[in-house]
């Protein structure tokens, strides 16, 4: 039975570690606040470990979702760190929407130690992730890819291999930027429209049968802004972070982004003003303070 270490029970990270929580798999989980590792054990088929070392050791897979590369970078250093622990031959699964570049670095650095890595960042939100319909992007070896399927494919609806290590994470950063623009052009729309007179649930209703649509105009906006609801599922944080992680790689390739680059500043001044635990969504009520008009 393949012995795999998850890392990183977050919003996300929690719900994809259940579909492991298997007897296919020998499930050890570790988290920074060690009680939700706990917690986690003892509510499912799996171990909870005092310290990424710990968990890691021997582990044949090893599944992260944290909040950002840098503390993925990070779990593997120091005499403590997990890469002195790792198994040879052990494949390495980043969850965390990350950034190419730390991967790479990362991917070089488990090479010497023949660890396989692969960018594995998903999509689908977290209720994609409870039922296991996540769409998973990756980067890496295709070779590599074919060993960590059946990881994988425990939580993913959709598993697309992208490229070579860092493709799996640009793909999403840039996905992330297009969720950002939607957002922010749907709720200056639907406020515009709202003083000119027309029910932004009117206005949804016809956009959604038009060209304008996304799933910002489908679901987000009818579920989460017109009632007033916003739940917290993705933190506006993280959504910053991977909105710049897009400006970067634009930026690295050398691609004028005058939009991607406006969004990657709109979502900062949000983050700043609604702070680390507001969800994506509220990004607009930034948009309705400026405009003094609320949509519902
Ligand atoms: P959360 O903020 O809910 O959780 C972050 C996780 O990372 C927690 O387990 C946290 O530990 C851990 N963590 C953060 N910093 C460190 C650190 N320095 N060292 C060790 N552990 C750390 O985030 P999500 O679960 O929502 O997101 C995880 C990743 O998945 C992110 O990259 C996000 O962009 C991506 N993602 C999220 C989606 C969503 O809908 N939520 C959808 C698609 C991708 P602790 O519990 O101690 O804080």
């Not at 593997?76 to 670095?105: H, K, N, V, W």
């Not at 840039?174 to 639907?190: D, K, P, R, T």
């Amino acid at each position: 039975m393949p012995v795999v270490a998850f890392l990183g029970l977050g919003a996300i990270g929690t719900p994809m570690a259940r579909h492991l929580a298997t007897p296919e798999f020998s499930l050890r989980v570790w988290n920074r606040t060690a009680a939700k590792a706990a917690d986690f054990a003892s509510e499912h088929d799996a171990t909870h470990a005092a310290t990424p070392r710990e968990a890691v050791d021997g582990a044949d897979f090893i599944v992260t979702c944290l909040s950002t590369s840098a503390d993925v970078e990070a779990l593997l250093d120091g005499p403590s760190g997990i890469e002195a622990g790792l198994a040879d031959g052990a494949m390495f699964i980043d969850c965390t929407s990350g950034d190419p570049a730390t991967s790479q670095r990362i991917a070089v650095r488990l090479a010497k130690k023949n660890v396989a890595f692969l960018d594995a960042p998903v999509s689908g939100g977290v209720a994609g992730a409870e039922i296991g319909t996540l769409t998973v992007m990756v980067g890496g070896d295709a070779k590599a890819l074919e060993r960590a399927n059946a990881v994988i494919d425990a939580f993913a609806e959709k598993i697309v291999h992208c490229g070579a290590v860092g493709a799996g994470h640009a793909l999403k950063a840039i996905n992330q930027a297009m969720l950002a623009v939607h957002i922010w052009s749907l709720g200056e729309g639907l406020a515009a429209l709202a003083r000119a007179g027309v029910k932004p649930a009117v206005a949804l209703e016809v956009i959604n049968a038009s060209s304008g649509r996304s799933n910002t105009s489908q679901n987000l906006f009818p579920q989460r802004v017109l009632t007033r609801a916003f739940p917290r599922t993705f933190r506006l944080a993280l959504l910053d972070k991977d909105v710049g992680i897009a400006a970067r790689v634009l930026r690295e390739q050398k691609i004028p982004a005058p939009m991607i680059q406006l969004a990657a500043e709109l979502m900062s001044m949000a983050r700043r003003e609604l702070g680390e635990e507001a969800d994506h969504v509220e990004a607009v009520r930034v948009i309705e303070r400026m405009g003094g008009e609320v949509i519902d």
